[in-house]
């Protein structure tokens, strides 16, 4: 029988690329407004479903800062409104729920040490703040409940569809302007670069062991923004004039994916991977 997934951000980059990739599910895509309670207790109450992928967030750093108590609406408030009308309606039923969370709800290190799930939280932004608050609810409400949860904390990926708000969408942009003289300030950092097809592969092993708990999403591997500036500049063959303003201040953001290894998952791509197919799809 066709496992039924109950979707929500089935239009942004990972929904609909899951929901795209994975045809052999059959998916019930949530199309109201998340922060309207009423409609989310309707629509809950009303659809069958096995499984739950909750994608549905204001997700780039810019925007949430321009819209902070929007973005909090959403990726709070929407997602307890979720969690409430789950419990409400599918309280006795063997639902296994996933919520897209980040990394950036840990505290960055100042050395090269990988972050576990139990590492300490510290949200680098409001970004992360929101998902952490959000992470805090889901735990709560459904530690002792028959519906099994995961919380997936995705370290750094690249989608072509992504906008040039994020940050290797950014390089390429800049790199292949017509402007011949480039800045780059606050780059002195590595983090973990997972590619999206490995990405996806990560979560639907998640769906198919029907884990419980929280799961770091990544490679295990760190790359610095300064390298993927370099390979951009080499990868467009384009004569520019790149300046790195100095800083002192580096730190790490790199997971340990131990948990994640444990079920069998290994990613296969690396960063040349990420940045020729972004190249490919938007060159």
């Not at 510290?122 to 992470?135: D, H, I, V």
């Not at 530690?143 to 950014?170: A, E, L, M, W």
Request: net charge positive.
């Amino acid at each position: 029988m066709t496992k039924k997934i109950a979707i929500t951000g089935h239009s942004g980059v990972i929904g609909s690329e899951f929901s795209k990739r994975f045809k052999k599910f059959n998916y019930v895509k949530c199309k109201i407004d998340l922060t309207d309670r009423k409609k989310v207790y309707e629509w809950i109450k009303n659809e069958k479903f096995d499984y739950f992928l909750h994608f549905a967030a204001i997700v780039s750093i810019d925007q949430v800062i321009k819209q902070k108590k929007y973005a909090f609406k959403v990726n709070y408030n929407g997602t307890k409104n979720i969690i409430d009308a789950l419990l409400k309606y599918k309280s006795k039923e063997n639902i296994w729920f996933f919520f897209s969370s980040t990394s950036h709800v840990y505290k960055t290190r100042d050395k090269m040490t990988k972050i576990n799930e139990k590492s300490k939280l510290n949200p680098l932004n409001f970004y992360g703040y929101s998902k952490n608050e959000a992470e805090k609810y889901i735990s709560k409400k459904l530690k002792n409940t028959k519906i099994r949860y995961t919380i997936g904390r995705i370290f750094s990926f690249t989608h072509y569809k992504q906008n040039y708000n994020f940050f290797i969408p950014s390089v390429f942009k800049k790199i292949f302007s017509k402007n011949k003289n480039i800045k780059f300030e606050n780059v002195n950092k590595y983090r973990d670069f997972i590619h999206f097809d490995d990405l996806l592969i990560a979560i639907k092993t998640l769906l198919e062991n029907k884990t419980k708990g929280i799961f770091n999403i990544g490679t295990g591997k760190k790359i610095s923004l300064k390298q993927i500036i370099s390979k951009v500049k080499k990868l467009s063959n384009k004569k520019k004039n790149i300046d790195i303003i100095k800083s002192d201040k580096q730190d790490y953001l790199i997971a340990d994916i131990s948990k994640l290894k444990k079920l069998k998952f290994k990613p296969k791509k690396n960063i040349n991977k990420i940045l020729s197919n972004y190249y490919k799809y938007n060159f």
